[in-house]
């Protein structure tokens, strides 16, 4: 098994980011936010209260994902699709169809399975920092610096202090019944990715052994720091 | 059973016999004329697909101190010397790599640090270095004339070698006529070598799916997977560079090199 620290962790980190309503489980749970380094009493944003509310009362949310993106160099439009679920006070589990990736994100760390590539990167608590971040403004705090702006009847713009890591502020859409069906984060270099998000479901949790991957056999791991 | 045996048997002694025998004949001058044409034929084939060809491709680097993750990629090429190789996830770049004969740059989102070289600028030469590039992804290394007449027979393959701007070029071609491996030796720096393991469909023509780049040193090897290849137009030149933000810091080549090292170093 390798470690590797740093750069390689810039994905996850990204990855973390873009889960931003993956982080919206904590806003059920006060222990959770305060374990992020929010402020429970703190008002959590608007356009997470509904969301928030039926995870509460569920215990775990899943919904269909389409990643979209133009890619100049690709010659057109990238999509893919997939499934997110989420479960409080910390967890989030996104799958990618048409690569078959998988990413768990816990408080203390996370795996990524690239079956492409043969290998399972895993990270500690500060490789899945941007996920943290965003666990810190949606379990129930805004946090210093963060900003969230109504953008349209059912729409917000939701800025996190810059840190240097993509994915610092996102454009929230919710449906009639108030979830999130649409977000767009702004990627490096000015990109815009929208997540289209349906079918939302609230189920019974399934408990923290549904978001740890293990390696098939003959695939390596690397250490991605702590 | 017995009789089986015994021919396998028969088989396995002529081989050793033909392995005792010295050196393969040089090819008959009509068989190394038509390797030659078939090559050609191949090598123009692959040319003309070079602009706009786009691939997704799984990289893996080792080096004398480590093995590294996986990494997904994607390059394009926009010319006989421009090549961008983009080094991505399902969630964002790593890194964004343009090489033309003009300039290159390099732009890592994670740090928000660029560099920019313009051509003749030490350490690298940009012109070589963006046509080797493309050479090496596309298998487009031209072969002068001259060079198949001097050529030389090792193991299965056809070696035929050149010099071009001082490097000495040697490019093994199999009986299909495609390379099979290709070495570069220049001045001052350990050879480097490319072996082709696989060709697969690109609009009809074979083209480089499986291939490895290494230096004969042993401090650095890049295994290469295509998995999916095709044309996505020329585009406007701005396709093959990245788009840098006006905000990222600009960095001397070997500053960023080493900040990349540092971050990387376990």
Redesign the interface.
């Known amino acids: 098994m390798d470690t590797v620290s740093g750069a390689q962790a810039a994905g996850p980190r990204a990855a973390a980011a873009v889960l931003l309503f993956a982080t919206l489980a904590a806003t059920c749970d006060a222990g959770a936010a305060a374990a992020a380094g929010g402020d429970a009493a703190a008002p959590r944003p608007a356009a997470a209260r509904e969301f928030a509310r039926r995870l509460a009362a569920a215990g775990r949310a899943e919904v269909y994902l389409t990643r979209r993106f133009e890619d100049p160099l690709a010659g057109g439009e990238v999509v893919m699709h997939g499934r997110l679920a989420l479960e409080p006070p910390d967890r989030a589990r996104i799958e990618f169809d048409e690569t078959g990736e998988r990413v768990t994100l816990r408080g203390d760390g996370g795996e990524w399975l690239q079956p492409q590539l043969e290998q399972m990167l895993r990270f500690g608590a500060n490789g899945a920092m941007g996920a943290l971040r965003w666990w810190t403004l949606f379990g129930g705090a805004t946090g210093p610096g963060v900003t969230e702006r109504r953008a349209g009847p059912r729409e917000w713009v939701i800025t996190m202090p810059s840190s240097g890591v993509a994915g610092d502020s996102a454009r929230v859409e919710l449906d009639a019944a108030g979830l999130p069906r649409r977000i767009v984060i702004v990627e490096e270099a000015g990109t815009p990715v929208t997540y289209t998000l349906e079918g939302w479901r609230f189920t019974k949790p399934r408990g923290r052994a549904a978001f740890v991957l293990a390696a098939p056999e003959g695939y390596e791991t690397f250490e991605l720091g702590k | 059973m017995r009789r089986g045996a015994a021919r396998a048997a028969a088989a396995v002694l002529l081989l050793a016999a033909g392995g005792c025998a010295g050196p393969p004949p040089a090819p008959a001058l009509l068989d190394l004329e038509r390797l030659e044409r078939r090559h050609e034929a191949l090598l123009d084939a692959r040319r003309a697909r070079l602009r706009?060809t786009?691939a997704e491709l799984?990289l893996?680097l080792e080096t004398s101190a480590?093995?590294?993750?996986?990494?997904?990629a994607?390059y394009?090429i926009g010319g006989p010397d421009t090549l961008?190789l983009?080094v991505a996830?399902?969630?964002?770049?790593?890194l964004d790599l343009a090489a033309a004969a003009d300039s290159l740059w390099l732009?890592?989102?994670?740090?928000?640090a660029a560099v920019r070289a313009a051509a003749g600028e030490p350490p690298l030469s940009l012109p070589a270095a963006a046509a080797f590039a493309v050479r090496t992804a596309a298998a487009t290394w031209p072969v002068p004339a001259t060079a198949w007449r001097a050529s030389r027979p090792a193991d299965t393959l056809t070696v035929v070698r050149w010099i071009e701007a001082g490097d000495t070029l040697e490019l093994g071609v199999g009986s299909s006529g495609l390379p099979r491996r290709m070495r570069l030796v220049r001045s001052g720096m350990r050879p480097v070598r490319v072996t082709y393991l696989g060709y697969g469909p690109h609009e009809g023509t074979p083209w480089p799916e499986r291939f490895e780049v290494e230096d004969e040193g042993g401090s650095l090897r890049l295994s290469v997977r295509v998995?999916r290849v095709?044309r996505?137009?020329a585009?406007d030149a701005?396709?093959w560079r990245?788009?840098?933000?006006n905000e990222a810091e600009m960095l001397d080549p070997e500053v960023l090199w080493r900040r990349?090292a540092e971050?990387?170093?376990?």
């Open positions: 706009g786009v799984s893996w480590r093995r590294w993750p996986g990494a997904h994607t394009g961008r983009r996830s399902s969630f964002g770049t790593a732009w890592v989102p994670a740090e928000r998995r095709w996505a137009g585009g701005e396709r990245p788009q840098v933000p990349i971050e990387w170093t376990p």
